[in-house]
């Protein structure tokens, strides 16, 4: 153990990666590692581990510079593919959601959406938007975080894809909440992306009804 | 009083089958009449034809292996969706013949979420995330508000279709999965191939032309063997499954794993899935072999679970859906 860098305890265990709470240097940090998967053989998981370790910690350092609320990173080590990232003091959105009005979560769900247009302007796809990858901190900012199936795009399709994965995850686990949060999304992601080109993101929502009507078996969505 | 029992016809693809399910999930009898294709994949129009040609035989064989007449059965269940609908309609025609007949009611069951109640039964499991693995789906699901969800899923192909796929490229017969884990389990030389996760949803469809690549390459029986693509094919694959799996546990806490579906055989598969149960302190059911493939049981079973929660279908709301989802549908019988 290096002096000044302190791993305390369990924070999270994730699918992917073990969130450890300690200190860095005197900083509160997160220590995110990405931990062998036995399942998967060596030569693939590490490859995995690898890539996804310097592409979350490149994602995370890029798009803090454009205005996106995501944690600090500090410390990058491939090697035992863990990040050093500073501590967001909060709660997950997925657990915050029961405990707010409606005009609250909409007015939440209309910020995440102009920060994932803030991404998507940028050509960065977030890969992996859910309401657990989101934190609401005391003072009700909010933060993006992990950023493991990050890439890098500035395909109409990509973005798509992103805003629909998040429509499933709304409709599949928030389902009473879906229409008012996931509109109030869409308002603040046209709001944000309009600014520069209004074209493009209405041709991202209109493509994004397209993909779902593409799915296996589906209808168009009809649920209210 | 005598126990009920419900007929119960899987017809959505090349199985047609019979189960005959006491209300209680005692089951009598079971039958399968499979269509193997001599070469290619599964026509339609040729499956339709054997199904036409059999389905009554095989009606006739379950209830004499069940030992009871048809006048001994209480309700007509069938598969409504998803699958072919020229397959599909056989099932529906079949049914209603039956339940004007017979005068007993009849219910119209979907084919994905029978998979997962019959392995509720047969595994006695109460809230499980499942990995539903076939040639038809791929799909994992749990219940979740009044509904079985879909968390994630495939984007393009089907895993069981991708096995099959590539085993009919090398020449091997249908079933293929099988065989390809056979030449899988000779090698353990990796070779590269693209791993696609999208969020809790996957593509095969790169994968699968990235291992017929392999076989195409100069390099092919000079650097690597086909137990080499074999093996790396099952292992992406299913590391794939497995993280998304894993993915969807972390997500919706649930305490249980059940693996159904044709390609729930799988032993490497198996074992994966044997592997996160464990580190998320899940328990972890296999469907057994005979129930995890498609099968008139869980029909029978499924449509014995609508009609005690909510009564027969009318003839007129028996139509089949080829492109149904399971997660349009309402499950009165939990909760």
Redesign the interface.
């Known amino acids: 153990m290096i002096d000044g860098i302190v791993i305390e305890k369990l924070f999270h265990?994730?699918?992917?990666a073990s969130l450890f709470y300690g200190h860095w240097f005197g900083k509160e940090v997160i220590f995110k590692i990405r931990s062998p998967?036995?399942?998967?053989?060596e030569?693939?998981?590490k490859?995995?581990r690898i890539i996804r370790t310097l592409n979350e910690a490149r994602a995370l350092i890029k798009v803090k510079n454009y205005g996106v609320n995501v944690p600090q990173v500090y410390e990058i080590d491939t090697e035992n593919s863990t990040i050093v990232m500073k501590y967001i003091k909060g709660e997950k959105l997925k657990d915050f959601m029961h405990s707010i009005e409606v005009d609250k979560k909409k007015q939440i769900f209309n910020e995440i959406g102009k920060f994932i247009a803030i991404l998507h302007k940028n050509g960065h796809i977030h890969?992996?938007?859910?309401t657990?990858n989101i934190i609401i901190t005391p003072i009700q900012e909010i933060f993006i975080i992990d950023f493991g199936?990050h890439n890098y795009s500035d395909s109409v399709e990509d973005k798509s894809?992103d805003l629909h994965?998040f429509k499933?995850?709304l409709?599949?686990?928030h389902?009473?909440d879906y229409k008012n949060c996931f509109d109030a999304f869409l308002g603040g992601y046209s709001t944000e992306y309009g600014r520069a080109k209004v074209n493009e993101s209405q041709e991202i929502i209109r493509n994004m009804i397209k993909i779902e009507t593409r799915?296996?078996?589906?209808?168009k969505e009809d649920r209210k | 009083m005598k126990l009920k029992k419900v007929l119960g016809i899987e017809s959505t693809a090349h199985t047609w089958s019979v189960g005959i399910i006491g209300f209680d999930g005692t089951v009598y009898s079971l039958v399968n009449d499979m269509y193997i294709p001599e070469k290619g994949g599964i026509h339609p129009a040729l499956v339709k034809e054997q199904h036409l040609n059999n389905f009554m035989n095989i009606i006739n064989q379950a209830l004499l292996k069940a030992n009871i007449s048809i006048h001994d059965v209480d309700l007509i269940a069938f598969s409504k969706s998803?699958g072919l609908g020229p397959i599909l309609k056989i099932g529906a025609q079949a049914a209603r013949m039956l339940t004007q007949l017979l005068d007993i009611p009849i219910v119209a069951v979907n084919h994905c979420i029978a998979h997962i109640e019959i392995g509720r039964l047969m595994c006695k499991i109460e809230d499980p995330l499942t990995l539903y693995v076939s040639g038809g789906n791929t799909i994992v699901s749990a219940y979740?508000?009044g509904?079985y969800?879909?968390?994630g899923?495939?984007?393009d192909i089907p895993i069981g279709n991708l096995l099959d796929s590539f085993a009919r490229d090398i020449g091997l017969s249908h079933p293929g999965g099988p065989k390809i884990e056979k030449l899988a389990f000779k090698s353990?030389k990796?070779l590269?191939l693209p791993?696609v996760?999208?969020?809790?949803?996957l593509s095969f469809s790169g994968l699968y032309t990235a291992a017929k690549k392999l076989l195409e390459s100069k390099d092919y029986k000079k650097k690597y063997n086909l137990n080499d693509v074999a093996y790396s094919l099952q292992?992406?694959a299913f590391?794939m499954l497995?993280?998304v799996t894993?993915?969807a546990?972390?997500?919706t806490e649930k305490k249980e794993i059940l693996l159904t579906g044709g390609v729930a055989a799988n032993k490497r598969l198996q074992?994966?899935i044997k592997?996160?149960s464990a580190e998320h302190g899940a328990r972890f059911e296999v469907v057994p072999l005979k129930y995890a493939g498609d099968n008139g049981a869980m029909i029978g079973w499924t449509g014995l679970l609508r009609y005690e929660a909510e009564g027969g279908h009318t003839v007129l709301e028996t139509q089949i859906n080829p492109?149904?989802?399971m997660?349009?549908i309402t499950i009165p019988w939990r909760d």
Do not use: C, W
């Open positions: 265990k994730g699918a992917e998967k036995i399942y998967r053989i030569k693939l998981d490859k995995i890969g992996d938007i859910t657990s199936l894809v994965l499933r995850v409709l599949s686990s389902g009473t799915g296996r078996y589906i209808k | 998803p979740e508000s509904r969800q879909i968390f899923e495939t984007l353990n990796y590269s791993y996760v999208k969020g809790m949803d292992e992406t590391a497995t993280e894993e993915r546990l972390a997500h074992e994966m592997y996160i492109k149904e989802r997660d349009q």
